[in-house]
């Protein structure tokens, strides 16, 4: 029994598509995906960090100092006192703190926030190209393998006739 020589090509190509799908799209589709995770979870932490500005400027502490607790860590939390609760650090990125005021904090937040959102659009884009891209791949397996969709006419029928 011959193999036909079309056939093993088609098979080849067949498995270079599929690896592709798997290997590389679905893994881009994977951290493309993460990452714009990552970046609302850093956007939620701003906006939560702006709403606790906002209220701090709306209470006039005693003395000008704070007491509050402060999670160590696994729901412990313990007991801390803030002597001037005018200026506040903020995580900047790369490991490092800026001392702000409450304004001046305000304002890079709503920077950064803006720079944050303009990025996870970029990755929302990225990923709508990989999942394009991922589905031209699989229209061309279809194609190779000689499937064929299934026309919307028949997927359903009418329950009214």
Request: hydrophobic share 35%; with cysteine; proline share 2%.
């Amino acid at each position: 029994m011959e193999v036909d020589p079309d056939t093993t090509e088609i098979a080849q190509k067949v498995t270079e598509y599929e690896k592709f799908l798997n290997e590389r799209l679905k893994v881009d589709l994977q951290k493309t995906l993460d990452t714009r995770d990552e970046i609302y979870a850093k956007m939620s932490e701003y906006l939560q960090l702006k709403t606790n500005i906002e209220r701090m400027q709306e209470v006039d502490f005693p003395k000008g100092e704070l007491r509050t607790k402060v999670d160590l860590g696994c729901n412990f939390y313990v007991q801390a006192k803030v002597p001037d609760v005018s200026k506040i650090f903020v995580a900047v990125g790369f490991g490092f703190y800026v001392e702000f005021t409450h304004d001046e904090a305000l304002k890079f937040i709503d920077k950064k926030i803006a720079h944050l959102t303009e990025y996870a659009e970029r990755m929302t884009k990225d990923s709508g190209r990989i999942k394009a891209h991922i589905r031209l791949v699989i229209e061309g397996l279809k194609e190779l393998q000689g499937l064929q969709d299934v026309p919307e006419e028949q997927a359903f029928r009418d329950i009214w006739e």
